[in-house]
């Protein structure tokens, strides 16, 4: 959530900002809201001055003058009732319109609409290349009995499915490593709750109701499923004065994530790449500002770690304006070559790392106490993707195919496995 008084200092950049985002909220509308509402307090304030007046007369008026002044003040009364539930109407209005103003971008954001504007600022490997036409997750999984998707159809819907065999283990595998990792960064382990209260998805910056939402919710309750782990541990300290002394707060946490991802099917999104249910270690952090660019920086070192042990080519890319998502301030994301993808294999994302300043701070309502005034302040929060495990999977049965039909196990994860082969099926 932004600072409505932010905006107010340069509405320009706001609107260029969401210019920029490619974004349809109407700040001229927010803004005209916001003068209703002024002009409502200073109805409230007329009246309960007034109505003041009237108390002061009451001490010093006749006793003939009473009755008459009794009755005015009694409608006075009413009146400032009726203004005060007008002010709160106003105000929930405003409210409701400033969440969805976008965060501020930082400087070095590019500029863009489409996926190609992302500007790519590393890379690490070579492509891989066989001598031999290599098969996609799908087709190796299908052949090696490692994963499902007609069960997952019958049981549950499309875009669910049944992991098997030694694709269980491997996937076990790969949490244990990404924990490790983190955990030798000084990242805290958590495994979150799937569930989290609908206030809490709205104060990450999530839309739990409506046709924009990519998220499940649960009728009757007031509560939806989450998308990702960032939900539930942006939600742990809602609502808290952290002590300045346990910042920065570094969490890495294990989720199953829901959604709906209406729309999005088609030859780029098959299998595994995108999904209705899937499992995700997630990163995240509470910083105090002065930290967190530092920490944004941190994350994304610890998520290209764990894809240079795994050796997995990739590349990064820091987001376009129009592709960062409305908390975010500044994002990166790993993409992971796909030797499947496309026609003769592409890059595709498996993580991001965002900074998302005091947004969801605002709106969850966490804060610290500046030592130097004395008053509170918001924290930062960032989070990261460690591990989507669906895509982790992809990657690693994609790069790590042989000719004979099998997968090798990556070096790291043999000691997780317990065995260095998925062999083909005879």
């Known amino acids: 959530m932004i600072d409505i008084k932010e905006v107010l200092k340069d509405p320009n950049k706001m609107r260029a900002n969401i210019n920029a985002r490619c974004s349809n909220v109407d700040l001229d ?74 965060n501020f971008m930082s400087e070095d954001v590019p500029i863009g609409t489409k996926e190609t504007d992302n500007k790519i600022i590393s890379t690490f490997g070579e492509p891989t290349t066989f ?30 499915y049944f992991l098997k065999n030694q694709a269980v283990l491997l996937q076990h595998a790969i949490k244990s490593f990404v924990f490790k990792k983190a955990i030798e960064q000084g990242f805290t382990p958590l495994q979150a709750p799937d569930i989290a209260r609908n206030n809490i998805l709205e104060g990450v910056g999530f839309v739990p109701r409506g046709d924009e939402s990519n998220t499940y919710e649960i009728a009757g309750m007031d509560m939806s499923l ?19 002394k346990k910042l920065p707060l570094l969490y890495a946490a294990e989720s199953h994530c829901f959604r709906r991802e209406a729309g999005t099917a088609g030859k780029a999104s098959k299998g595994l790449y995108r999904v209705h249910q899937f499992e995700k270690i997630e990163l995240f952090a509470l910083t105090l500002p002065q930290q967190s660019e530092e920490i944004h920086e941190k994350i994304r070192s610890l998520e290209e770690s764990i894809y240079q042990d ?15 998502g409305a908390p975010a301030y500044k994002k990166y994301d790993i993409e992971a070559w796909m030797p499947g993808k496309g026609d003769a294999g592409e890059y595709g994302e498996v993580t991001s790392a965002s900074n ?41 049965m994609e790069n790590y195919q042989n000719e004979e039909g099998g997968i090798r196990i990556p070096r790291v994860l043999k000691p997780y496995t317990g065995f260095d082969m998925i062999a083909p099926i005879v």
């Open 29 to 102: 509308a927010i803004l005209e809201k916001r003068q209703s509402y002024l002009k409502q307090i200073g109805h409230v304030e007329s009246l309960q001055f007034e109505s003041n007046n009237i108390a002061k007369s009451m001490k010093t008026s006749a006793a003939e003058d009473r009755p008459a002044l009794i009755a005015k003040g009694q409608e006075l009364k009413r009146m400032v009732g009726l203004a005060k539930e007008g002010l709160n109407e106003l105000d929930e209005a405003l409210d409701t319109e400033v969440r969805k103003l976008p």
């Open 131 to 160: 001598n031999f036409k290599p098969l996609d997750h799908l087709e190796l999984g299908q052949k090696l009995d490692l994963i499902d998707f007609e069960s997952g159809a019958k049981v549950t819907g499309t875009k669910f």
């Open 226 to 244: 989450v998308a990702t782990a960032e939900i539930s541990v942006g939600g742990m300290h809602s609502d808290e004065i952290i002590d300045i």
């Open 310 to 324: 795994l050796e997995i080519p990739y590349q990064v890319v820091l987001n376009c304006s129009a592709d960062l």
């Open 356 to 396: 998302c300043t005091d947004f969801q701070a605002r709106r969850l309502k966490i804060r610290y106490k500046n030592p130097n005034t004395g008053k509170n302040q918001f924290v930062h929060t960032l989070n990261g993707t460690a591990s989507a495990l669906g895509r982790t999977m992809i990657v690693l």
